[in-house]
């Protein structure tokens, strides 16, 4: 069965360092991935999409890899503040498929 | 410019009355898409509208469920009937064209179903 697999479990780490998250994939041939930044009591934001033939997308602070052999991509953000704290979303498209899964999300929080 | 607008922002019924929940994409956008989320769960997909294309209805959980949009405007999601597993966050999201592209997402309306 297809499934999206982001790490349930909140992640805590202290201001300045860099925070990776993962999102793991099954059973998709994703032409491009998607990350979205969601706070609490608000629809998700977009923040990054990398396509198939990337292997990495900066912006900012922000950085994304997509591995299509390993089905995994993962989300980096440098130098971590107080303010990056929010629940990070994955989505991505699959072939032939024309609407978004997301993933369930992961929940960051950057202790000051 | 205005980004994606939902009303109401909150509602609370009764189980077995039916609601309605309006979104307004961003202007231009032709795709326009509902999501249903839960507690602390991710977003599940129920509808997409893409232009004047039928839409795709893989999404919607049950008959209870319908949507509709008028051109490349407004739309409203119905749920009639309403059970207490009904009760989550709808998101609505627009975007340029094809599913592919960035969406944009309204604040959701909460919904209660007591």
């Known amino acids: 069965s297809q499934k999206i697999e982001q790490n349930s479990e909140a992640l805590n780490i202290q201001e300045g360092k860099t925070a990776t998250l993962t999102c793991n994939y099954t059973n998709y041939s994703p032409a491009y991935l998607q990350w979205y930044r969601q706070d609490p009591g608000r629809g998700p934001v977009f923040l990054l999409l990398i396509r198939e033939n990337e292997k990495e997308k900066r912006k900012e602070r922000l950085k994304v890899t997509f591995d299509t052999t390993l089905k995994q991509s993962l989300f980096h953000i440098t130098a971590s503040q107080p303010a990056d704290s929010a629940t990070y979303l994955c989505?991505?498209?699959?072939?032939?498929?024309?609407?978004?899964?997301f993933g369930s999300g992961t929940r960051l929080q950057v202790q000051p | 410019g205005a980004g994606v607008s939902q009303s109401p922002s909150n509602k609370v019924t009764e189980k077995g009355k039916d609601v309605e929940l309006r979104c307004d994409p961003i202007s231009g956008h032709t795709a326009l898409y509902w999501y249903r989320q839960r507690l602390g769960q991710g977003l599940e997909f129920l509808i997409y509208f893409q232009g004047n294309s039928a839409p795709d209805k893989s999404g919607l959980p049950s008959d209870r469920f319908s949507a509709e949009r008028t051109g490349e405007s407004v739309s409203t999601l119905t749920i009639q009937r309403t059970q207490q597993e009904d009760s989550a966050v709808y998101l609505c999201?627009?975007?340029?064209?094809?599913?592919?592209?960035?969406?944009?997402f309204g604040p959701g309306t909460r919904l209660l179903v007591l």
């Open positions: 989505a991505l498209s699959d072939t032939g498929r024309r609407a978004l899964t």
């Open positions: 999201a627009s975007s340029l064209g094809a599913s592919r592209e960035t969406q944009y």
